[in-house]
């Protein structure tokens, strides 16, 4: 067996940081912080499954399905209770990376293959998670460090599985 790729290892990391994050909005946070930030695992989860042991993801392919599924609707859920809560970053924060996944989605779904066909929902992606980054400053103005920190983590972890899913991508 061949060492892990360093993307790959750096993923894992990175979820076990976003697992502790989760830890703190359970013993801390509000009930829509807790579901959603358990939910958005899950799915980054399920999304590192199908970048880095894709002969894995597609063994449970109905499975892993299933489980987005319903950690897709928990993470509807919590957007639309931040904004009956008047959370109002936690409410953009949580729009945009519902954008941000159903650009990927589209790009994923197409079947695609020719790069420029797939170039628009991918151009599209990283402008939001771009776009991300307004979250994490105005935490950081506002005093909020943990917020913004998670923030943070979530737009680097994110950014090197899909780094690692657009790598094996090229290569199939």
Do not use: C, H
């Not at 399905?65 to 809560?85: I, N, Q, S, Y």
């Amino acid at each position: 067996m061949g060492a892990a790729p360093a993307s790959a290892k750096y993923s894992a990391f990175l979820l076990a940081l976003l697992s502790a994050n989760v830890s703190v909005y359970a013993l801390a946070g509000r009930t829509s912080e807790i579901l959603d930030a358990a939910a958005w695992l899950l799915l980054l989860a399920a999304f590192a499954l199908a970048s880095f042991a894709p002969v894995f993801a597609q063994r449970w392919q109905t499975t892993l399905a299933l489980l987005r599924f319903a950690a897709g609707a928990v993470v509807l859920w919590a957007a639309l209770r931040f904004v009956a809560e008047q959370e109002w970053l936690d409410a953009l924060n949580a729009w945009l990376w519902i954008a941000v996944v159903i650009a990927l989605e589209v790009e994923l779904r197409t079947g695609l293959r020719a790069a420029t066909s797939r170039r628009w929902p991918r151009i599209i992606a990283r402008l939001l998670l771009a776009a991300l980054l307004l979250p994490v400053l105005l935490w950081l103005v506002a005093g909020e460090w943990f917020e913004a920190y998670d923030a943070l983590l979530w737009i680097i972890t994110f950014a090197l599985v899909e780094r690692g899913f657009s790598a094996s991508d090229k290569n199939s």
